[in-house]
């Protein structure tokens, strides 16, 4: 029996409660950070790729604050993408000719375009566009309050955290459910800042992404891609950056089913939007959240890691309110964001409003619109 008290997220769009026509006027902060943060210029050709099942008040929210920048809007309604290349032989002609025409291209997609080869990472630098990808966050809620913070807040508490984990050696991360693993040798993400040519980013903006060389202990996955919030603990054991035991039940067995050619660990990233939700947020939402953790498992391909293709078999697994030491130095405390508290981060914090309510990391109080990034 679970647990988790992030067990009744959504699963699909279609999960999603839907948004009241009226609430377009509370989406429009987070919407201009959005439009902000992708560097959207009058006149640019601006291709919303929308699943089917998106909540038609977000796609129009979006629309709109681009066509009041004068941009030249087209929106394309898709079928869902299949998580991790689940169905790598969709064909997705019409989304890539829409995209390789595009100067801009916001996806709100659920598993993420990026597990196909047409959409991936290597096909969006090869192009001129920037991508800017709402994978499981195209919703009223995502909006509404990660959505709301200043992107000059974001990138303040990146910048920080880039200083400590950069130059770090190993980052331990464990959790009260028996998580206990330590990453070695990571590279991390540099801080870009907005959007370029060829650039893809999620939004709402939310944390610092590395990739380790080394991996060993123990994950205990609170929600993964692949099986939801698992029934019993789900225990992952991984030595030399390769998975080599999967224990817990139905999940373990879905997982194992999932890839039965092997899992390594492929990428970690640590949350850093204190607006971000975690309750009733979605495991991509809840990811971003100050003080959360998660990593990306991916497939084997005979038996050993390919890195230069999409992950065809690709499992995201979240721990919600972890602790994690960089160096021996504490850097999250039972999910506690520490640099929340640091004068720098303050500092910057005071030019939107009250740092104690731009930063505070119980998302249930909503960022004020005052505050949220309007000068």
């Known amino acids: 029996m679970t647990i988790n008290p992030y067990a009744g997220s959504p699963f699909t769009y279609v999960a999603e409660p839907a948004a009241a026509p009226y609430s377009i006027v509370e989406l429009m902060p987070g919407v201009r950070n959005l439009c902000e943060y992708v560097r959207l210029a009058p006149g640019e050709r601006v291709l919303l790729l929308m699943e089917h099942t998106v909540d038609p008040v977000v796609v129009q929210a979006i629309a709109a604050a681009a066509a009041l920048r004068d941009a030249d809007v087209r929106i394309l309604s898709v079928p869902p993408f299949s998580?991790?290349?689940?169905?790598?032989?969709?064909p997705l002609g019409i989304e890539t000719a829409a995209f390789h025409e595009a100067?801009?291209?916001?996806?709100?997609?659920?598993?993420?375009?990026?597990?196909?080869a047409p959409l991936f990472f290597d096909q969006i630098k090869s192009r001129s566009s920037r991508f800017l990808s709402l994978h499981m966050t195209a919703t009223a809620g995502a909006?509404?309050?990660?959505?709301?913070?200043?992107?000059e807040v974001f990138y303040a508490l990146l910048r920080r955290a880039l200083r400590q984990l950069s130059a770090a050696t190993s980052i331990r991360v464990t959790s009260g459910r028996g998580t206990d693993v330590t990453f070695s040798g990571p590279a991390f993400d540099p801080d870009p800042g907005a959007l370029?040519?060829?650039?893809?980013r999620p939004f709402p903006y939310g944390g610092a992404n590395f990739?380790?060389?080394?991996?060993?202990?123990?994950?205990v996955v609170?929600?993964?891609?692949?099986?939801g919030v698992p029934e019993e603990p789900l225990r992952i054991t991984l030595e030399g950056n390769l998975v080599r035991k999967v224990e817990g039940g139905v999940a373990a067995e879905q997982l194992r089913r999932y890839c039965p050619g092997g899992f390594y660990m492929r990428h970690g990233l640590f949350g850093l939007n204190p607006k971000v939700r975690l309750s009733g947020g979605t495991q991509f939402e809840r990811e971003k959240h100050a003080g959360a953790f998660y990593c990306g498992l991916d497939g084997l391909t005979d038996?050993?890691?390919v890195k230069s293709g999409p992950g065809f078999a690709h499992?995201?697994?979240?721990?919600?309110?972890?602790t994690v030491v960089v160096d021996g130095e504490l850097f999250v405390e039972q999910g506690r964001l520490l640099m929340l508290d640091e004068p720098e981060i303050r500092e910057v914090a005071a030019q939107f409003g009250p740092p104690d309510v731009i930063l505070d990391d119980n998302p249930v109080m909503i960022l004020p619109r005052r505050y949220s990034g309007a000068r």
């Open 143 to 151: 909006l509404l309050t990660g959505g709301r913070l200043p992107a």
């Open 211 to 219: 990739w380790p060389t080394d991996t060993e202990g123990v994950l």
């Open 196 to 200: 370029r040519p060829g650039d893809w």
């Open 83 to 90: 998580a991790g290349g689940w169905d790598r032989e969709a």
């Open 103 to 116: 100067d801009v291209v916001i996806s709100g997609t659920w598993w993420g375009e990026v597990h196909t």
């Open 315 to 322: 499992c995201d697994c979240q721990v919600d309110r972890p």
């Open 222 to 227: 609170e929600d993964s891609t692949v099986t």
């Open 303 to 305: 038996g050993v890691p």
